[in-house]
């Protein structure tokens, strides 16, 4: 499948948290300015955010989403 108008990431912002690279990214829906971030690690990424209006607020909720995920215990599924 062919998209006419395909979506790639504009990273306005990247650092590191806790082991984690942590990248924003920015993208506009329907007007609206919209913030998703994507999570790096030494297992791969994941979509630790996916999609907010507010910047302070995606970086807030990325955080806690690491925090989360060290939290766990070992060898626990984080898909619960």
């Known amino acids: ?6 979506d790639y990431p504009h990273v306005v ?3 590191d948290y806790r082991g984690f690279r942590l990248e924003l990214d920015q ?14 690690y030494d297992r791969g ?6 999609g907010v209006i507010s910047r302070s607020e ?3 909720k990325a955080r ?3 925090d989360q995920r060290l939290s766990l215990p070992a060898g626990a599924d984080s898909r619960q």
């Open 27 to 40: 993208s506009t829906e329907n007007g609206v300015l919209m913030y998703a971030v994507w999570a790096t």
């Open 64 to 66: 806690r989403w690491v």
């Open 1 to 6: 499948m062919l998209f006419a108008d395909p």
């Open 45 to 50: 990424c994941a979509v630790a955010v996916p």
């Open 58 to 60: 995606a970086i807030f």
């Open 13 to 15: 912002l990247s650092f």
